[in-house]
Every structure is written in C-alpha cells, then in structure tokens.
C-alpha cells in the first residue's frame, strides 16, 4: 500500500495517463526485418488507424516521409502514441480494465541512419528488438543491441516472419544468446510455421491462440487448450523459462527447491522484475505480416516492459562540479528536467525540438534554462507528435514525449530544465562520417539557399557534416553512406528547392606511421625590430589501433616555457589533421615533446605552434608513414545458386570472405570489404543474383592501403584532397 501511495504521489492531478501506465517503447532491428509492419499492426490493434498500410505500398503510418515511401525503408525515427486496454484475462494478465498509452518510435534498420537509433535509445524505457525467422541475428541486428545495451534498456524479443519458407525460430532464439550473449527465454512460441503459422502458444498460461484463417485482419481469435502435438514442446519452453528465472530470482528458486508449481502471475512478476533491471529478454514468435501473434507483443509491452518509475532515475553532471551525479526521479511535481534528443524541420511550424521529460512539468509561457548556452527562453508553444501529424497542448509531463516550437541555439542533446537546476544530461554519442562528396549550386540563385539548407540538414542530423576545404575551396557534404548522402541531396531538392551538383564521394582516409622518429622544428623569422623565435625537438611511435593520438610534455629545465608548451601541442594537432602522404588526418600516434630551445625577447605562442608543425612534419616523414583506408563488415544473403558469383564479386573488390552460413535454401556470406570498393555493389548484387540477393554493411576498422591504391590516391591528391 505504502508503494502505491508513493507512486501516486509522483503523478500531477492534470495528466491523462499515470507514469505507471506509460510506456515508452522504440522498435529497432535490421533492416527489412519488419520492423515498420509491426509497428503498423500495432497501432491498427490498438484503435489509432482503422486501415492497416504496406510498406511496399508507401501508405504506413510511421514511413510518411517522401523518400521512406519511395524507397520502402525507414529513414527517420517516427515517435507516435497509442492505447490499450486489456479487458479480458484469458491469459492472466497483470494490468487488467486500465487503458495504458504506449509511446512507440519506429526507427530505421538502414546502418546510413544509425543516429536515430542512438538517440532513440538514449531516451526510451524499453525496447522490442525485431528479428528476421529465416535469418535470424544480422549484422545491424548486432548494432542495434550494442546500442540498447549501452543506455541500459530492457528489451522484449519478437521473432518475426515465421510464415516465410526456412523459418526457425529455434535457430533465432539460439543465435541470440549466442551472438548478443542475451538471457533469452521465450514466452509466446508459434503455433505452427511457414504455410501453417496459425497462431501462438502462450507459455506461461500454457494457452493456444488460435487465429480465424477467413478473418483478413487477424483481429478474431479463440484461446484453447494446446495442440496435443505442440504440448511437449510448450511444457518443455515453460520449464526452460522457470529454471531460467529460477537462476536470477530468489522468490522462482524458492518454488522449485521445494518442487512446487510457480503460480501464473508470480512468475509473471518475476519475469517483470528481471526484465526491467536488464536481466532477462522475454522472446515472443509471429508474423507481423500475417497478423499472427501481435496482440501477444502489445500485452507483453504492458506486462513486461517497464514504466518511466520501473527503471533507474537519470543522471546527469552538475554544472558546478563535473565529477558530482545528480539524479532527477520522474515526478511530475519535481523541478523541469528534460533532453533534446532530435531536431527536425517542420514546413509549417518550423524548427521541431524533441524532448524526453525526465522530471517535472512544462506548460506553455513558462521559462527553461540551457546549461550549455548559459541562456533562457521562453515557450510559446507545446505539442505531441503522432508521426507527421501535430497536436498542440497546453503542458507536458514527466515520462513525455513531446516537441516544443520556436526554441533557438538548441542542439542535439541539450539539457532543457529549470534555471535553479544545475546539471547537463548525458547526451547521445554518434559515430564520426565514412564518406564524403563535394557539392556545389547550379545557379547563383540556389548558392543562399543551399548555404541554409546544409545548415538546418546539420542541425537535424549529427552524423552529416558539411565545411569549405580550404585547400581546395570546395564545399564538402560527409555522411554514414551512399545512401545517406543520395536522401540528403534528395531532400536539398525537395524540401528546400535547391538545385545542386554533387561529384563522386570521397573516402575518409586516415593516416599513420608504422617506425619510430625524432623531428625537429624552427621557427626563425627576422624582418627588421622583433623576431620570432621557436625551436621544439620531438619524437613520434605507433600507438595501438583505434587508441588516438597521445602527447607527453617531456620538457625539463624550462628549455621551452611552460607558456609555450600549450602552443607547440596546437601546432602538433594542427599539422596531424593534415598528413604527409595525401593530406589526410594522422591518428594513432605517441608524440613526447623532449626538447628546444627559446629566445628571450623573440620568443613567442605563433613561433613554438609552427615549430611544432614543422617537428611533425619533419619526425613523420621518418616513421614509415601509410595510408588507412575504412572497411566495411558486409553480409550477404543470397538463394544458393548465386553463392559463387557473389563471392567472385567481392574477392574482386578487395573483400576478404569471414564465413559462410547455410540456413535452409539461403546462403549468408560475411566478408570484409574496403569501402571504397563498395560504390554501386546494389546494382551489381541484384544483377548477379536476377534481384533475389540483398546486402547490409556496416563500418567496422580501418586497414592499411595497398601501394598502388596509395600511388593512384596521391596521384590525384594534387592539390590535397577533400578530408572528413
């Protein structure tokens, strides 16, 4: 009773829906695993659609974007709200009679677009992680659950697809724990498979349902007793799920030490508990497609995911000391505490802000305070997002999932909270860009235009970069892919009506040393009065792979001032950002500043930064210098009969082949691939195999270039190419 009264106390009289009947859910996966088809049943089960879309057709809800319809993929992540009410108890539920809303982000599975996933994860509560019945764990599978893992959010499994021929929802449950190490357990198996997938096993209630096949939209069902032929394997799933639970809850090990049955909703509640603390992965079978099995997963969200009171308090820095946690514990009564975690551009409204309210009520008129910019703003107007459609209101709550209008200097993951609350959240980290092209406008006309339009395209997505080459004068647009950077020229055109020229993209090569060196750098100018004096000795060696650029101040006996020493560390920077072969980034390098020499009265910041440059120019040159180029983990899923061409393909492209898997009739290569191999593979991958294969890729290392790739780079690296 005490708990209750606790919970209650957290929730203002004016909200709709309680924290405790808040979910705040995102749907991830890779791509074309069905993803944006569950999400659409979802939302038609819960009463918020009343026609269900395709995603061939381009009419899904959540896909509403011009390019996702064309393309038949997600782009961006779609936040959209719906409800349910479970108002039988057939299954024994936990949360009966009380209608609960569930905030769903669909996001995409494409890697281009693996920003969205990231900060999507970073604001939500639970997760359902979608997996392909024929292919089972992918590559941006993996992704995908480093991501949940790394914020801490617990997730449900949904293996979908089992109506599709080679389905095995066995093997994907295996590869789960396998490969993503997940506590994985099911609670709802398929009833039946491929052609006969007629419905799911309930394995805690140890029920059948069963699907009306003449029923088109799935919504008529009976629940029976199961199958004679499905039992054993239903009793053995419940028994795994028990002894499972058994190993991580006390109260479960209690019942089978003393070999007692485990009431239906005592294990229910433990499956509860240990999934919200990242313990356990409930795992549910069906078809989205056909329908098969969504019910289970909405129930299973209410059941088993958590609300915003079921997971830790966020945390975040105080402004004062960075070293001091603040914790903000959802309550709507405790001081405004939110995280802009997306921006987007609005034709009508303009700058959208998105904001997961972490503590706290906002309502429109009242002020909020930016730690970062150190500045106030006040709010104008409030509004929930269902996809491309806008609602306004008049205050948000604890647990929300909102967007605010007309707000400026906001980025993405910007604390948003009260003036007298001294703390920054943590905000989402993103991967650096892979690939680069230069653009330019046709006509002077789109030159303004263009300028704006990448500046607004910056602001919204933090994986796309554009900057001027300096060297060159080129305006340079970098991004995750091809793909990325074909949607973002897409839009320049669409949205903003700029008519631009893109060349070819640009690969971001990166630059080391393999020896060791010593260099030495002198800055001597006389004009005439004062000069300018700086001298620095240095030495430079191989750090370990992906470890970045260490410097050590190895000075002693004030030969270059402390005052200095700061410069010289600029000017090492400085000349490692424009390397000695073909001009690209240096990483991966140990530098120690040993010695130099200064001038009393010449001496200056100007004069030690060049003579750093000069030092690691001068040291790098010595220490065997080469080129790193970026390698892509590639897989692909092809019919059989295709395996050989395919392989011969990337073999062509530089690829190294890790392994081959054989699922039924379909074969899995994984290779790794240089990217710069890989422009245009999608046309080649569907000519080769008559349009039955697909691919995925995602960046995985960098990798030394071979000598004639380096010569014809350099070649036509004259003048310094374009960097990322």
């Known amino acids: 009773m005490q708990a209750a009264i606790e919970r209650s106390s957290v929730n203002s009289p004016q909200r709709d829906y309680s924290l405790e009947q808040t979910r705040n859910i995102g749907i991830a996966a890779h791509i074309d695993a069905g993803k944006t088809t569950a999400t659409e049943r979802m939302l038609f089960y819960t009463g918020l659609i009343h026609r269900m879309g395709d995603v061939d057709a381009g009419n899904t809800m959540t896909d509403w974007m011009d390019q996702e319809k064309e393309r038949g993929i997600t782009i961006t992540s779609a936040a959209i709200s719906c409800y349910w009410t479970q108002l039988e108890d057939p299954l024994d539920k936990l949360y009966l009679n009380v209608q609960h809303r569930i905030n769903i982000i669909d996001t995409p599975g494409h890697v281009d677009f693996t920003a969205e996933v990231e900060r999507s994860m970073r604001v939500l509560d639970g997760a359902v992680a979608v997996f392909c019945g024929v292919a089972g764990v992918q590559p941006q599978s993996e992704t995908v659950w480093r991501q949940a893992t790394k914020y801490g959010v617990p997730r449900l499994a949904f293996i979908n697809k089992m109506d599709r021929t080679g389905a095995d929802f066995d093997n994907a449950l295996r590869e789960m724990r396998e490969k993503l190490g997940a506590y994985a357990y099911s609670i709802v198996l398929p009833l039946g498979r491929e052609d006969n997938l007629r419905g799911a096993i309930d394995v805690i209630s140890q029920k059948a349902v069963v699907y009306d096949q003449n029923d088109p939209v799935g919504v008529k069902y009976d629940v029976v007793d199961i199958p004679e032929e499905e039992q054993e394997k239903a009793k053995n799933a419940l028994d795994e799920l028990i002894n499972g639970v058994a190993e991580k809850d006390d109260e479960i090990a209690e019942y089978v030490l003393e070999e007692k049955p485990v009431p239906n909703d005592v294990l229910k509640k433990a499956v509860r508990r240990l999934t919200c603390n990242n313990e356990l992965v409930p795992v549910?079978?069906?078809?989205?497609?056909?329908?098969?099995?969504?019910?289970?997963?909405?129930?299973?969200?209410?059941?088993?995911?958590?609300?915003?009171?079921?997971?830790?308090?966020?945390?975040?820095?105080?402004?004062?000391?960075?070293?001091?946690?603040?914790?903000?514990?959802?309550?709507?009564?405790?001081?405004?505490?939110?995280?802009?975690?997306?921006?987007?551009?609005?034709?009508?409204a303009g700058k959208l802000v998105f904001l997961r309210v972490y503590s706290g009520t906002l309502s429109k008129g009242d002020v909020i305070y930016n730690p970062r910019t150190r500045k106030k703003e006040r709010i104008s107007?409030?509004?929930?997002?269902?996809?491309?459609?806008?609602?306004?209101?008049?205050?948000?709550?604890?647990?929300?999932?909102?967007?605010?209008?007309?707000?400026?200097?906001?980025?993405?993951?910007?604390?948003?909270?009260?003036?007298?609350?001294?703390?920054?959240?943590?905000?989402?980290?993103?991967?650096?860009?892979?690939?680069?092209?230069?653009?330019?406008?046709?006509?002077?006309?789109?030159?303004?235009?263009?300028?704006?339009?990448?500046?607004?395209?910056?602001?919204?997505?933090?994986?796309?970069?554009?900057?001027?080459?300096?060297?060159?004068?080129?305006?340079?647009?970098?991004?995750?892919?091809?793909?990325?950077?074909?949607?973002?020229?897409?839009?320049?055109?669409?949205?903003?009506?700029?008519?631009?020229?893109?060349?070819?993209?640009?690969?971001?090569?990166?630059?080391?040393?393999?020896?060791?060196?010593?260099?030495?750098?002198?800055?001597?100018?006389?004009s005439g009065g004062r000069g300018q004096y700086g001298h620095c000795i240095i030495s430079i060696e191989p750090n370990e792979r992906g470890q970045g650029v260490e410097i050590q101040n190895r000075i002693v006996g004030g030969v270059i001032p402390k005052d200095y020493i700061n410069s010289v560390q600029d000017g090492l920077y400085e000349a490692m950002g424009d390397g000695i072969i073909a001009g690209y980034p240096m990483v991966d390098l140990k530098v120690s500043i040993n010695d130099g020499s200064h001038h009393e009265v010449d001496s200056n910041e100007l004069a030690f930064k060049m003579a750093g440059i000069f030092a690691l120019k001068d040291a790098a040159k010595k220490a065997k210098p080469i080129m790193l180029e970026p390698i892509m983990k590639v897989e692909v899923t092809t019919p059989d009969e295709y395996q050989g061409d395919l392989m011969g393909d990337l073999n062509r492209r530089r690829g190294r082949?890790?392994?081959?898997?054989?699922?039924?009739?379909?074969?899995?290569?994984?290779?790794?691939?240089?990217?710069?191999?890989?422009?245009?593979?999608?046309?080649?991958?569907?000519?080769?195999?008559?349009?039955?294969?697909?691919?995925s890729m995602e960046p995985s290392h960098f990798e030394p270039v071979p000598q004639s790739i380096v010569d014809s780079i350099t070649e036509s690296a004259k003048p310094s190419p374009a960097r990322t």
């Not at 001091?324 to 921006?343: I, M, Q, R, Y």
């Not at 230069?438 to 263009?450: G, Q, W, Y």
């Not at 340079?476 to 990325?484: D, K, S, V």
């Not at 890989?678 to 046309?683: I, Q, R």
């Open 284 to 348: 549910l079978g069906g078809s989205a497609f056909k329908k098969r099995g969504v019910q289970r997963l909405i129930d299973s969200i209410i059941d088993y995911l958590p609300s915003p009171l079921d997971v830790p308090a966020a945390e975040g820095q105080s402004t004062d000391d960075p070293n001091e946690k603040v914790p903000v514990p959802p309550d709507d009564n405790g001081k405004f505490c939110s995280l802009a975690f997306k921006l987007m551009t609005d034709p009508y």
């Open 381 to 526: 107007r409030l509004m929930m997002v269902q996809a491309d459609k806008r609602t306004d209101v008049e205050s948000i709550y604890s647990g929300d999932i909102a967007a605010m209008v007309g707000v400026k200097n906001i980025t993405t993951g910007d604390t948003l909270c009260n003036e007298n609350l001294n703390i920054r959240l943590e905000p989402p980290t993103f991967p650096q860009p892979v690939i680069s092209m230069a653009i330019e406008p046709k006509t002077k006309a789109d030159r303004e235009k263009l300028s704006n339009a990448l500046q607004r395209l910056a602001e919204e997505d933090p994986t796309f970069r554009c900057y001027t080459n300096e060297e060159t004068g080129q305006l340079i647009i970098a991004g995750m892919g091809e793909l990325h950077l074909e949607v973002i020229r897409d839009r320049l055109l669409r949205e903003f009506k700029v008519d631009a020229n893109c060349g070819a993209p640009q690969i971001a090569y990166r630059e080391t040393i393999t020896g060791s060196a010593e260099g030495e750098g002198k800055f001597i100018r006389q």
């Open 657 to 695: 082949i890790v392994s081959i898997e054989h699922k039924s009739n379909v074969t899995f290569i994984h290779a790794e691939v240089p990217l710069a191999e890989m422009f245009g593979y999608a046309t080649v991958n569907r000519s080769l195999s008559k349009g039955r294969a697909s691919y």
